[in-house]
């Protein structure tokens, strides 16, 4: 079985939100359904519903892993983070 020997990570503002992707070049998955089976993946999948974002995952046959996201532009008083607190372990600084 292939290692992984490369990863990268993208970020882009774009008009509608923040997209992202996250690639290596390792094995990949058989079947999405086998990936998401575990936590993780299903963790940042709710994380991202949270913010009405949906996660994408893709494994071509050749192998590797994409996980692709966009996260819409919410307006401020719908920002979760804001209201509730510390978010991942991320703290608000206190106002000025």
């Known amino acids: 079985m292939p290692e992984r020997t490369r990863a990268s990570v993208t970020l882009a503002a774009t008009g509608e939100g923040l997209s992202f992707e996250v690639r290596d070049n390792g094995p990949g998955v058989a079947d999405a359904a086998v990936a998401a089976a575990g936590h993780g993946l299903r963790n940042m999948a709710d994380r991202l519903a949270a ?46």
Not at 66 to 84: I, K, N, S, T, Y
């Open 51 to 96: 913010v009405g974002a949906e996660l994408r995952l893709d494994s071509p046959p050749g192998g590797g892993l994409a996980l692709r996201a966009l996260v819409p532009h919410l307006p401020v008083h719908d920002q979760p983070a804001l209201d509730r607190g510390p978010v991942m372990g991320v703290v608000p600084a206190p106002p000025p």
